[in-house]
C-alpha cells in the first residue's frame, strides 16, 4: 500500500497542467473525428449520415463517456482560459499564440450548436438530426452555413496543431509525418463535401411538402416560443462566457498594474548583464523579454531542466519550490537548494544568479531547427563492441596498416549492426556503440541487438579468414548488451555535434562489454534484454556480477559463442508464435 500511495503521490506531482490540457483536448479530437467521419457519410446518402450517427451517439451519450467528454471540454476550456491570463510572453513560437486564439473562439462558435441540439434534446425532447440540421443550414438560414464551416475548419486546425506539439518529438513523427498530413487534410475535406452533397439532397427534398411534413414537426424542432427560449439560453451562455475572457484579460492588467506598483527587482546574469524586470516574472519570462539568450528546450513549462541557474548569495529568501519545479530537480538529482529552474523561479528581490546550460542560440527565444534531435527519453537497447588486443596489433605494425585493420573491424561490426536493424552511433578508438530500438519497440529491438552480435562474430571470421596471411593471431572482440531508458538528442558544440544516447542503461552496457575480458567470453547480455526478448530462462547459463556505480549485483547472461544467439532468438519467435 505505501509503495501504491507513494507511486501515486509521484504521478500527481509529475503532472503538469500542460498535460491535464493534452489529455482533455486528445478526447475532444476523438469527438471531432468521430464527428467529422460522420459528416462524411454524405457523400453517400443523408440515410448513411443518419444511420451513422447512431452509433456516433450510443458511443458519446454512454453515461460514463458522457461524464468523461463533458469534464473533458470544461477542464479544456478553463484550462484555455487560464492560460490567457497566465501567460507573460508569447514570442517562444508564432504557432502558439494562434493556436491560444483558435481555441478560444470555438466555444463561442459552437454554443449555439450544441444549445439547440443537446439542450433541445434534454429540455424539450427535440429530435434534431441530420436532416433538420442540414434543412436549417441550406434552406432556413443558409448564412449559419458558413458560420459552421468556419467552426469546423477552426476546431480541425486547432485540434492538429496540439497534436503536432503532442506528436513532433516522438521518435515515430518523422515517418508518421506524411500520413498524419495527409489525414489532416483528407478528414475535414470529406467532410465539408459530406456536408454539401447531404445539404443539397435535403433542399431538393425540401420543396416536397410531404417531406416538411415528416421531417419539421413539432417534436423534431421543437416550437417558435422554445427556439426563442433556446436562442436565449445561448445568448445568457456566451455573454458569460465573453464575461470570463473580459476577466482573464482584466485580471492581467491588474496583475500587470500590481507589479509596477510592487516594484522593480534587478536580475544579474553572470556574464555581468543587469536587467530590471517588475516583480513575478519568472527569470526565463525576464531574459525573453529583453531577448537574453536562455537555454530552454521545453519552452518554459517545466518538462526539462535545461533552463536552470544557480543563484548566487542567499537563497533562503527565494519563494519555495513548486510542486511541479521540485518534482523536475528531484528527477534530474538535484539536492542542491541553489539550483532552481528560471521557468519557475518568481523571486521578489534583487537576484543574482548564472546558467548552468550556456544556450546555442542566438536569442532567447531561438529554437531548435531540427525539434525530432532534441533531448527525448526513450527505450534503447545499447549494444558496445570492443577489439581485444589492438595494442599488440600497433606494436609491429605501420601506423596506416593499423588504421587500415581496425576501419575493417569496425566496418565488419557496422554491417552487421546495420543488417539487423541498428544504428551505429559512436566509434571510439576501436569500439562501437550501436544504438536499437530508434524505429522499433523494446521486443524486437532486443532481438535485433542478439542477432546482431552474432551477425558480428560470424563477420569478423570472414575477416580474420581474409586477412589470415597478415595477421599472427586472429581479431578477439567482446560485447556488451543492455536496454533501458536513456535521453537521445543531439549533444556537443557548434560545429561538433552527434547525435548519441546518454543514461545508464548505456553505462551499463560498457561496463559488461569491459567484464568479457575477465569472464573469457564474447558477449555478457543484461537480464533485461534476455527476458525482454522472450528467450527462455535456461537458454544463457545466468551469474549474478558487481557493476562499478551500482549497488546491487545484476543478473546477466554470459554467452561464450556469439555465433548462436540467432538460433536462439528464432527459436523463441517460432515459439511466440
Known amino acids: 500500500m505505501a509503495t501504491a500511495a507513494a507511486s501515486i503521490s509521484e504521478l500527481v506531482r509529475g503532472t503538469s497542467v500542460r498535460q491535464v490540457r493534452l489529455v482533455c483536448g486528445v478526447i475532444l479530437f476523438c469527438y471531432v473525428i468521430s464527428h467529422f467521419l460522420n459528416h462524411a457519410l454524405g457523400n453517400i446518402s443523408v440515410e448513411a449520415m443518419e444511420a451513422g450517427v447512431y452509433y456516433h451517439t450510443v458511443f458519446w451519450q454512454f453515461l460514463p463517456v458522457s461524464i468523461v467528454f463533458y469534464t473533458a471540454a470544461l477542464t479544456h476550456m478553463g484550462l484555455g482560459i487560464y492560460a490567457l491570463y497566465q501567460r507573460r510572453q508569447f514570442r517562444w513560437r508564432t504557432i502558439e499564440p494562434l493556436q491560444l486564439v483558435l481555441g478560444l473562439s470555438i466555444p463561442a462558435l459552437i454554443m449555439g450548436h450544441v444549445v439547440g441540439v443537446r439542450l433541445g434534446y434534454t429540455l424539450y425532447d427535440h429530435q434534431k438530426l441530420y436532416p433538420q440540421e442540414l434543412y436549417l443550414f441550406f434552406v432556413a438560414a443558409p448564412g449559419r452555413l458558413w458560420q459552421m464551416t468556419i467552426l469546423l475548419l477552426i476546431a480541425w486546425v486547432h485540434g492538429c496543431i496540439g497534436i503536432y506539439f503532442w506528436l513532433r518529438l516522438k521518435p515515430f513523427f518523422t515517418r508518421a509525418a506524411p500520413y498524419l498530413l495527409a489525414a489532416a487534410v483528407l478528414v475535414p475535406t470529406l467532410s465539408l463535401l459530406g456536408i454539401y452533397q447531404g445539404g443539397r439532397s435535403v433542399a431538393i427534398e425540401a420543396d416536397d411538402g410531404e417531406w416538411r411534413t415528416h421531417n419539421l414537426t413539432r417534436r423534431q424542432v421543437g416550437t417558435v416560443a422554445e427556439g426563442n427560449t433556446l436562442d436565449r439560453i445561448t445568448g445568457a451562455f456566451t455573454v458569460t462566457y465573453f ?115 550556456t544556450p546555442q542560440t542566438s536569442s532567447a527565444n531561438a529554437q531548435a531547427s531540427a525539434p525530432a534531435r532534441i533531448g527525448q527519453e526513450r527505450y534503447l537497447v545499447s549494444l558496445f563492441v570492443d577489439m581485444r588486443g589492438s595494442t599488440q596489433l600497433a606494436e609491429k605494425r605501420l601506423p596506416f596498416d593499423t588504421v587500415f585493420i581496425v576501419n575493417r573491424f569496425l566496418g565488419a561490426v557496422s554491417q552487421a549492426v546495420i543488417e539487423n536493424g541498428g544504428q551505429p552511433n559512436q566509434f571510439v578508438g576501436d569500439g562501437m556503440l550501436a544504438l536499437f530500438g530508434l524505429t522499433a519497440d523494446p521486443q524486437t529491438a532486443c532481438r535485433q541487438a542478439l542477432k546482431a552480435a552474432s551477425g558480428i562474430a560470424t563477420h569478423i571470421d570472414e575477416l580474420n579468414e581474409l586477412l589470415s596471411h597478415d595477421l599472427r593471431q586472429p581479431i578477439r572482440f567482446g560485447i556488451g548488451i543492455h536496454g533501458g531508458e536513456v535521453i537521445i538528442g543531439d549533444i556537443g558544440y557548434r560545429d561538433h555535434i552527434v547525435f548519441t544516447a546518454l543514461g545508464d542503461a548505456v553505462n551499463v552496457a560498457a561496463r559488461l562489454q569491459d567484464m568479457t575480458k575477465t569472464l573469457a567470453c564474447e558477449a555478457i547480455v543484461s537480464d533485461e534484454i534476455r527476458g525482454t526478448a522472450g528467450l527462455a530462462d535456461d537458454t544463457l547459463p545466468q551469474q549474478e556480477v558487481a557493476i562499478r556505480g551500482r549497488d546491487e549485483p545484476m543478473a546477466v547472461r554470459v554467452v561464450a559463442d556469439a555465433r548462436g544467439l540467432t538460433a536462439l532468438v528464432d527459436r523463441s519467435e517460432r515459439v511466440a508464435a
Open 243 to 357: 464575461g470570463l475572457l473580459g476577466l482573464a484579460l482584466a485580471a492581467r492588467g491588474v496583475r500587470a498594474w500590481r507589479e509596477r506598483r510592487g516594484g522593480m527587482i534587478a536580475l544579474s546574469y553572470g556574464n555581468g548583464k543587469t536587467v530590471r524586470v517588475p516583480k513575478g516574472l519568472s527569470v526565463l519570462e525576464a531574459s525573453l523579454r529583453h531577448n537574453l539568450p536562455h537555454a530552454s528546450v521545453c519552452g518554459g513549462r517545466a518538462r526539462c531542466s535545461t533552463c536552470r541557474i544557480r543563484v548566487i548569495g542567499d537563497h533562503g529568501v527565494l519563494p519555495e519550490p513548486s510542486q511541479r519545479e521540485a518534482f523536475v530537480l528531484t528527477r534530474v538529482g538535484t539536492n542542491d537548494p541553489s539550483i532552481r529552474l528560471a521557468c519557475q523561479l518568481r523571486p521578489t528581490s534583487d537576484l543574482s544568479f548564472f546558467q548552468l546550460f
